[in-house]
């Protein structure tokens, strides 16, 4: 996937609140565990980086998950 299209799924991820537009309350990075990114939807692989993080809505933690280029455009779009 290219990185307009990239881009664009994530926005639209925003937008209909799938992804939250606030900022994390903690966040950390490690390999990844062969699990889903937040924002691509495809799985982050145990030789890639993975960042993670963390926030609370009211009462709840949820957690989400991203490769490192999926949480830039992340970062960028939320702001938007």
């Known amino acids: 996937m ?3 299209e990239l881009t664009s799924m994530i926005r639209n ?3 209909r609140g799938e992804l ?3 900022r994390q ?5 490690s ?3 062969d699990l889903g990114c937040s924002g691509c939807g495809e799985r982050i692989r145990r030789d890639d980086l993975e960042v993670e993080l ?3 809505i009211g009462r709840d933690i949820e957690e ?3 490769h490192t280029t ?3 455009i992340w970062e960028l779009e939320r702001l938007e």
């Open 2 to 4: 290219d990185r307009e």
């Open 13 to 15: 991820r925003i937008e």
């Open 20 to 22: 939250p537009r606030q």
């Open 25 to 29: 309350r903690r966040m950390w990075g």
């Open 31 to 33: 390999p990844g565990e």
């Open 54 to 56: 963390e926030f609370h």
């Open 64 to 66: 989400r998950r991203f």
């Open 70 to 72: 999926c949480y830039a």
